[in-house]
């Protein structure tokens, strides 16, 4: 692959390994100091950062459900969509990797079923059963990637889609810690979980599913309330966005 192929691909899995090193990171390492107001600001920061750093590269997805929700509106090609879903899931197992090195160093934590992952039931904190976790992480998903949709369309304020992406991901993980740990990201998900090992691993499933749901949804919806790409009026592109008479970032057949 060329290096133009490859960059895309680099930045997707490199920002799902930072995401999930430094906010998970926030919930294993910080969460008893910080909370869950402290969790959820580090999500949505590292998000923030993150979109302006490699939205130009890739669009920033870093996340499977934002992935489905831009090939359903047609913004990228299913073979960049599979490129992306693999970089993102492997780097949401070498940032879990590197977390789970350095929690391994904090004398007395616990990692086993724990470790940043997502479940319901005993493992939730309001103890939210499997329908009511299902529920909940397709509707905070398809509002984070609604947004991220609407907010790197043509037709946007340019120059805040980060603004607009990284507030959209600290809000849903206000309301999702306490209800389930906030998935909305498989490969977040994904990561944490084969190194917490026991239930997180049985519950994973949701935590996959639910999310590709909620940012299908999103994508659909998206296609009646705003207009397609290319009836927007052509402009300079806003990191996370792309001008209609260029490829979308990561846009390479």
Known sequence: METTETRPVVSEFLGTLL???FAVGSAV??????????????????????????????????NPSVTL????????????????????VLGGIVGAALLFLVA?????????????SNGWGDRSAVHI???????????????FVFVVLGATHNKA?????????GLALATVHLIGVPLDGTGVNPARSIGPALFAGGAAITQLWLFIVAPLIGGALAAVVH??????????????AAPGESAPDEPAPGDRV
């Open 29 to 62: 390492l910080a969460g008893e100091y910080i909370g869950s107001f402290g969790i959820a600001l580090t999500f949505g920061f590292v998000m923030l950062a993150l979109v302006y750093a490699l939205g130009p590269i890739s669009g920033c997805h870093i």
């Open 19 to 21: 995401l999930v090193f």
């Open 223 to 236: 296609q009646v309330t705003h207009p397609p790409q290319e009836e927007a009026a052509p402009e300079k």
């Open 104 to 116: 391994k160093q904090v004398p007395g934590l616990q990692t086993h079923a724990a470790f940043g």
């Open 129 to 143: 059963n499997l329908g009511g976790a299902f529920v909940a992480e397709i509707v905070m998903t398809f509002l």
């Open 157 to 165: 304020v340019k120059g805040f889609a980060g603004l607009a992406i």
């Open 69 to 88: 929700g831009a090939l359903l509106a047609k913004r990228i090609t299913v073979r960049t969509a599979v490129e992306y879903w693999i970089a993102q």
